[in-house]
């Protein structure tokens, strides 16, 4: 794991969903153990192959999740926003990073120890809980995103993509597409040229607005949600 630069965790308990519910008492016992980190751009937080023995929450930037084939090629699995949190096997064997965690701006992101967090779930009913229905999210969207790539066709999973990074922002009608062009068609499944030509195509349907090499004005959301269906 990339060392970055470590800082209290304090400030990463209150702010991201896991954690909501918590009283004082609990969120404090939470703060003891959790350390904050912050990486710079195109730092690797894990590598494949290393092994995970800590839970990572992403508190401010964003983080690519991906593996890399025998032959070179790229596969993004994940993009991660605040509030998202990886390395959850460590929780429950010993096991390896199964992706590449690349930062792609300046991030935060909060990390609990395997044991330190295992001892204060097996304290706290309620933040078990909570983890567990997360977990069961998690598991849920991966679900949805595996049957998006293999059943939508590419004009879908392009617009079900550019919901998913509208609400990421907070429903901001402006905003950046958090990776390279050639990296977003990786993401759905699609060739860069393909990309190029449903953005086009979506553009002229007056459904957004291409703004440099990444800006998406969106101008009509409720019509890309009638694309996904």
């Known amino acids: 794991m990339c060392c970055g630069k470590q800082q209290h965790g304090g400030s990463c308990v209150r702010t991201v969903p896991v954690f909501k519910g918590l009283s004082d008492e609990e969120l404090i016992d939470l703060s003891s153990v959790i350390k904050s980190r912050t990486f710079a751009k195109g730092e690797y937080i894990f ?10 929450v992403v508190h ?12 070179g090629k790229e596969q993004i699995l994940r993009i991660l926003f605040p509030g998202d949190f990886f390395g959850q096997y460590a929780l429950l064997d010993n096991k390896m990073h199964y992706a590449d965690a690349e930062v792609l701006e300046e991030t935060t ?35 949805e995103w595996i049957g998006t790539i293999s ?3 590419v004009e879908r999973r392009l617009a079900k ?8 922002e907070r429903e901001k009608e402006f905003f950046e597409l958090p990776v390279p062009k050639k990296d977003f068609a990786s993401l759905i499944g699609a060739t860069p040229e ?3 030509r449903k953005l086009v195509y979506l553009q002229n349907q007056k459904i957004l607005e291409l703004d440099g090499r990444r800006g998406i004005r ?4 409720e019509k890309l949600k009638e694309i996904v269906g």
């Open 194 to 196: 393909t990309l190029s």
């Open 218 to 221: 969106l101008l009509n959301p």
């Open 60 to 71: 401010q930037g964003t983080i690519k999740v991906s593996k890399v084939s025998d032959e």
């Open 109 to 143: 992101v909060c990390l609990l120890n395997k044991n330190d967090f295992k001892g204060i779930l097996e304290r706290n009913p309620v933040m078990a809980m909570n983890f567990m229905l997360a977990l069961s999210e998690l598991l849920q969207k991966a679900d």
């Open 161 to 168: 993509a550019l919901l998913l990074f509208f609400e990421k």
């Open 47 to 56: 590598r494949e192959g290393e092994l995970s023995d800590a839970l990572f």
């Open 151 to 153: 059943l939508l066709e």
